[in-house]
């Protein structure tokens, strides 16, 4: 009954295994499922799913195998669902055109939905024929009728398919934007400790060594405490074709300001590329040159650069042609590029389009620096280079 699903499973990226079918196999012997498909969702769920992030990918691959709902209708369901987010606010009906308003039973009005759905091609609001809000129409958001059926957020049965229609986890995903939790969660796998200060801890090992070596006599043995050694550089793009990605800087900002494993965090600011110069403020004020930044920071640091790479080609690759007439010495923004990335021996590019629009100068950018898409994924993959170093260009 349900090996396909375990398919179903792995298709979208769940690591659902035989392992995991003979705990589904022994559950339900054992009854846990309670003979429910309610009790068979959430035992599966809690057997096969062993990181949050693929609680949605799960959802969707119980809807479309026992409900037969492809994914590219769970899409147009998160459109339509998009459209419906934000009700425009509803006219106020007199008495007559309420009592004028026609009278529909459950099913004629499921029935029309269905032929509006099939028909309907873009957001309405405010009708009484199409699906949208704040109108009359039986079916929509935000709007008046006595038969209507409300789509969106709203009460409803808690049955099996039902959850997993309705997707509760899919902010979950990996592939999704960050918020500033799951940043914070990626963050702390970025670390780095040294030893250092006062003989003030006790080494344990040590002292069982040296006691053994003393045939029993206890030698005590004291290290200096562990503490971290991660110095990090955060620089971020600003304006331009970055501001519709403003927010979720904002949050990699945040949660990084928020960090306590960073021994020391500085964050910096520049515009489409680094010429020569880089600011504390994001409305590019008190510059400070990268020569000077370069001597103050040894190659141990780790380099974070956060920026969609898109710009025109001159900005990147031509001498004297910058927005930037702070940068005196002529060199193209790619030359500040490279010297970034071979004097830091750990660093990481975050760009948050997805990686079929890295093309042009991203491509460019991607061959000095090691790319990836400011998505969890993408994220744990950018700590995973910035820990184990190399991949410099």
């Given at each position: 009954?349900?090996?396909?699903?375990?398919?179903?499973?792995?298709?979208r990226?769940?690591k659902?295994g035989?392992?995991?079918?003979?705990?589904?196999?022994q559950?339900?012997?054992l009854?846990?499922?309670?003979?429910?498909l309610?009790?068979f969702?959430?035992?599966?769920?809690?057997?096969?799913?062993?990181r949050?992030q693929?609680?949605?990918?799960?959802?969707?691959?119980?809807?479309?195998h026992?409900?037969?709902?492809?994914?590219e209708?769970?899409?147009l369901?998160?459109?339509?669902?998009?459209w419906?987010?934000?009700?425009v606010?509803?006219r106020?009906?007199?008495?007559?055109?309420?009592s004028?308003?026609e009278?529909?039973?459950?099913?004629?009005?499921?029935?029309?939905?269905r032929?509006?759905?099939?028909?309907?091609?873009?957001r309405?609001?405010?009708g009484?024929?199409?699906?949208?809000t704040?109108?009359t129409a039986p079916?929509?958001?935000?709007?008046?009728n006595p038969n209507?059926v409300?789509l969106?957020?709203?009460?409803?049965g808690r049955?099996?398919?039902?959850?997993?229609?309705e997707?509760?986890?899919?902010?979950?995903?990996?592939?999704?934007?960050?918020d500033?939790r799951?940043?914070?969660?990626?963050?702390?796998?970025l670390?780095?400790?040294v030893r250092?200060g006062?003989?003030?801890?006790?080494?344990?090992?040590?002292?069982?060594a040296a006691t053994?070596?003393n045939?029993?006599e206890?030698?005590?043995k004291?290290?200096?405490?562990?503490?971290?050694?991660?110095r990090?550089?955060?620089?971020?793009?600003?304006?331009?074709?970055?501001?519709p990605?403003?927010?979720?800087?904002?949050?990699?900002?945040?949660?990084a300001?928020?960090a306590?494993h960073?021994?020391?965090?500085?964050?910096?600011?520049?515009h489409?590329?680094v010429?020569?110069r880089v600011y504390?403020?994001a409305?590019?004020?008190?510059?400070?040159?990268?020569p000077q930044?370069?001597?103050e920071?040894?190659?141990?640091?780790?380099l974070?650069?956060?920026g969609d790479?898109?710009?025109s080609?001159?900005?990147?690759q031509?001498?004297?042609s910058?927005w930037?007439?702070?940068d005196?010495?002529?060199?193209?923004?790619?030359?500040?590029?490279?010297?970034?990335?071979?004097?830091?021996?750990r660093?990481?590019w975050?760009n948050?389009e997805p990686?079929?629009?890295w093309?042009g100068?991203?491509e460019?950018?991607?061959?000095?620096?090691?790319m990836?898409?400011?998505?969890?994924?993408?994220?744990?993959?950018?700590?995973?280079?910035?820990?184990?170093?190399?991949g410099?260009?």
């Open positions: 009954m349900f090996v396909g699903f375990l398919y179903d499973l792995r298709e990226g769940v659902a035989p392992a995991e079918g003979l705990a589904i196999a559950a339900l012997q009854g846990l499922h309670k003979g429910r309610d009790g969702y959430e035992v599966a769920r809690a057997l096969c799913v062993h949050e693929d609680l949605d990918a799960f959802d969707r691959a119980f809807a479309h026992f409900r037969g709902v492809p994914d209708a769970l899409r369901t998160e459109e339509l669902l998009q419906l987010k934000d009700p606010a509803k106020q009906l007199t008495d007559a055109e309420r004028s308003l009278k529909l039973d459950l099913e004629e009005v499921r029935q029309r939905m032929d509006r759905l099939a028909e309907q091609r873009e309405h609001d405010k009484n024929k199409w699906i949208g704040g109108g079916h929509g958001s935000g709007g008046t209507g409300r969106g957020e709203g009460p409803g049955g099996a398919l039902a959850s997993a229609g997707r509760r986890f899919k902010d979950l995903r990996s592939d999704v934007t960050l500033t799951q940043i914070e969660l990626a963050l702390r796998r670390r780095a400790f250092e006062a003989l003030d801890e006790l080494d344990l090992p040590g002292t069982i053994s070596r045939a029993g206890l030698e005590l004291l290290r200096p405490p562990r503490r971290s050694n991660l990090v550089i955060l620089l971020l793009d600003v304006g331009g074709s970055m501001d990605h403003a927010d979720v800087s904002g949050r990699l900002f945040s949660a300001k928020r306590t960073f021994k020391e965090l500085r964050t910096y600011y520049f489409n590329c010429y020569g504390e403020r409305s590019l004020q008190q510059g400070l040159g990268l930044l370069l001597r920071c040894d190659p141990s640091w780790r974070v650069v956060v790479a898109s710009m080609p001159w900005e990147l031509s001498s004297g910058r930037d007439w702070q005196e010495s002529g060199a193209p923004g790619i030359a500040w590029l490279m010297q970034l990335a071979q004097h830091f021996q660093s990481a975050l948050p990686a079929a629009a093309y100068t991203a460019l950018i991607r061959r000095v620096f090691p990836y898409r400011l998505t969890l994924d993408g994220l744990t993959e950018a700590i995973a280079q910035l820990v184990r170093g190399g410099r260009r």
